[in-house]
């Protein structure tokens, strides 16, 4: 059971309005540091959606912070 939960938490999707909250960059900065590579890809969720795995967002803030995650 404990496997399941981890997963869930690892493939947890975020879309725009928490990834702003969390990281404070509108949408071209993301777009262009994906561009970049400098920033996880977001996947499509839909016809006119995407988002983030969250997992691959809090490995991006922990390397930017020092934390050495990714």
Not at 40 to 54: A, C, F, H, V
């Amino acid at each position: 059971m404990k496997q399941i939960e981890e997963t869930r938490d690892t493939m947890r999707v975020i879309r725009f309005p928490e990834l702003h909250r969390r990281i404070g960059l509108c949408r071209s900065q993301i777009w262009r540091l994906e561009k970049q590579g400098d920033f996880p890809k977001s996947i499509p969720l839909g016809k006119n959606s995407k988002g983030w795995i969250e997992a691959d967002v809090t490995a991006w803030l922990e390397a930017r912070r020092g934390g050495g995650a990714a």
